[in-house]
C-alpha cells in the first residue's frame, strides 16, 4: 500500500483459505473506523487484496457495502477513499444519534419488562466493573452496548439499525472523546436506567438529550484530537 501502515488483519478465513465476504467486510470497516487510512486517502485496491490475500473483485464489493454504510466515498473514474473528519457531518450524526436515542428511551419505558430492565442493568454493571482497567475500545464497546440495549427495547429494529450505521460511523470520534471521562458516562448511564425502571419517561428522555447533548458541545475538539491522533500515528 502507499505509505506505510499496520497490516490489515485477515480476519476469519475459510477452508479454502480466502476470507469470507462479512469477515472481508468487517476487516475493512474495522480498519476505516481506525483511520488506518488518513482521511481523504485514497484507497488502493490492488494493495488491500493482496494483504488480505484476496482478489479484487470481493475488496470492491467490500468497499461498495462501506460506500453506502458512509464510513468512505467513491468518486467515478478516481475510485475509493477515505471520508474525512468533517465536524458538520459529525455534529449532524450526533445530533441525529441524540433524536434516536430519547425516543428510544420513551418508547422503552412503556415496552420494556423488568427483566429486560434488568438484563440491562447487569451490562452496565459488567461495563463499570472493566472501566477504569478495560481499553479505550473496550469502554467504548461497552458504552455502545448499552445504547443499543436500550433501542432494542423499543422493538424497533429500523431504530436499532439506523443507530448502530449512526454509531459505525462516529465510533473514532467516541474513542477520542471517551479518554478522559469514563466514570463520568457510567454514571450517566446509571441515571438513565433508574428512570426508565421507575418508569419515568420524562426524565430518562431529559437525562439522554442531556447526555449526548454534552457530546455535541464538544464535537469540534474532539475532531481536531482525532486528526492528531492520525497524524501522530496514534490511533485508538
Given at each position: 500500500m502507499s505509505r506505510e501502515k499496520k497490516p490489515l488483519d485477515q480476519g476469519e478465513r475459510g477452508?479454502?483459505?480466502?476470507?469470507?465476504?462479512?469477515?472481508?467486510?468487517?476487516?475493512?470497516?474495522?480498519?476505516?473506523?481506525?483511520?488506518?487510512?488518513?482521511?481523504?486517502?485514497?484507497?488502493?485496491?490492488?494493495?488491500?487484496?493482496?494483504?488480505?490475500?484476496?482478489?479484487?473483485t470481493p475488496v470492491r464489493e467490500a468497499l461498495s457495502k462501506l460506500v453506502a454504510a458512509g464510513l468512505i466515498d467513491h468518486e467515478p473514474g478516481h475510485g475509493f477513499f477515505r471520508r474525512k473528519l468533517d465536524p458538520k457531518e459529525i455534529f449532524d450524526l450526533y445530533e441525529l444519534r441524540q433524536q434516536i436515542e430519547v425516543s428510544a428511551v420513551r418508547l422503552a419505558v412503556h415496552r420494556a419488562t423488568p427483566q429486560q430492565l434488568d438484563d440491562v442493568?447487569?451490562?452496565?454493571?459488567?461495563?463499570?466493573?472493566?472501566?477504569?482497567?478495560?481499553?479505550?475500545e473496550i469502554v467504548v464497546g461497552f458504552d455502545e452496548q448499552f445504547h443499543d440495549a436500550i433501542t432494542r427495547l423499543t422493538g424497533n429494529v429500523e431504530m436499532l439499525r439506523s443507530l448502530q450505521l449512526i454509531n459505525a460511523r462516529?465510533?473514532?470520534?467516541?474513542?477520542?472523546?471517551?479518554?478522559?471521562?469514563?466514570?463520568?458516562?457510567?454514571?450517566?448511564?446509571?441515571?438513565?436506567?433508574?428512570?426508565?425502571?421507575?418508569?419515568?419517561?420524562?426524565r430518562g428522555c431529559d437525562l439522554m438529550e442531556a447526555h449526548v447533548q454534552r457530546r455535541l458541545e464538544q464535537i469540534v475538539e474532539a475532531v481536531r484530537e482525532g486528526y492528531a491522533s492520525i497524524y501522530m500515528g496514534n490511533v485508538a
Open positions: 477452508a479454502a483459505g480466502a476470507a469470507s465476504p462479512a469477515s472481508l467486510y468487517d476487516t475493512l470497516s474495522a480498519a476505516m473506523v481506525r483511520f488506518q487510512y488518513r482521511p481523504g486517502e485514497r484507497l488502493n485496491e490492488g494493495a488491500i487484496a493482496r494483504d488480505l490475500g484476496v482478489s479484487r442493568d447487569a451490562i452496565l454493571d459488567r461495563s463499570m466493573a472493566a472501566a477504569h482497567e478495560a481499553s479505550v462516529i465510533r473514532f470520534v467516541r474513542w477520542i472523546d471517551m479518554r478522559g471521562r469514563r466514570g463520568g458516562t457510567q454514571g450517566e448511564h446509571r441515571a438513565i436506567l433508574d428512570a426508565m425502571k421507575a418508569r419515568d419517561a420524562a
